[in-house]
């Protein structure tokens, strides 16, 4: 059966959006203001929530995240413009996919070390085999300014939760913030785990046939949001200790 994500009102989306945002400086993936993290906000018009351009990840709140139309524009006036490039990833994937309630991108260094090798993600972890199932490619286009790029990002993710962006970076979609957080921590822990291995120069083990595609079906709750809701709780209380102040 498949689990059903609870809905949220606004202002609950926003602490979660904003928790994503401190989580990411927590664990060193912010790129300066760059990169970028939305979630849908609840309603009929499509509008999605994210982050200020030109704020670290550590100053975003709940209150300071910035709502954008299909246009690209705020839909309220406010002191923050928003990112171009944000725009067209983001937008492209909320538009296509339903499911997309939270969009994360990331440009951390093992996430593009792996974006640019040729095999990319290798099932040389138990992290890697959770998530290989789930892991689409897109080629580098350059700086994602582009409209007709959202096409062929749809195109390539399809019905997937994750996507490395070939030599730029990592992706996921989820259902919710929780859900989207964990389907990249785990990609993000398989890209460091890969980049460490093969590192050491040693010959490299691979498990038997069948065993990844095997891991990746134990590990469906990484994606329909139920895992996501069990470990959410504990990382709010983790930014509560850490990072106080993003629901604010």
Known sequence: MAYDVPLQTEAEVRRDLAAVYRLAALEGWDDLIFTHISARAPGPEHHFLINPFGLRFCEVTASNLVKVGLDGQPVEPGPHPVNPAGFVIHSALHMAREDAQCVIH????????????ADG???LSQHAMMVAGE??????????????????????????????????????????????????????????????????????????????????????????????????????????????????
Not at 153 to 170: E, K, Q, S
């Open 106 to 117: 990331l440009h951390t260094d093992d996430g593009v070390a792996i974006a640019a090798q």
């Open 121 to 123: 993600l290798l099932p």
């Open 135 to 248: 892991v689409a490619y897109h080629d580098y286009e350059g700086i994602a300014f582009d409209l007709d790029e959202r096409e062929r990002l749809v195109h390539d993710l399809g019905d997937r939760h994750l996507m490395m962006l070939r030599n730029h970076g990592t992706l996921s979609v989820g259902p919710s913030c929780a859900a989207a957080w964990l389907a990249i921590y785990f990609l993000e822990r398989a890209c460091t785990m890969q980049v460490r291995a093969q590192s050491t120069g040693a010959r490299l083990m691979t498990p038997n046939q069948g065993v990844p595609e095997k891991v990746t079906d134990q590990s469906r709750s990484l994606f329909d949001g139920s895992a996501g809701a069990f470990t959410w709780p504990a990382l709010l209380r983790k930014l509560d200790a850490e990072s106080p102040g993003y629901a604010g």
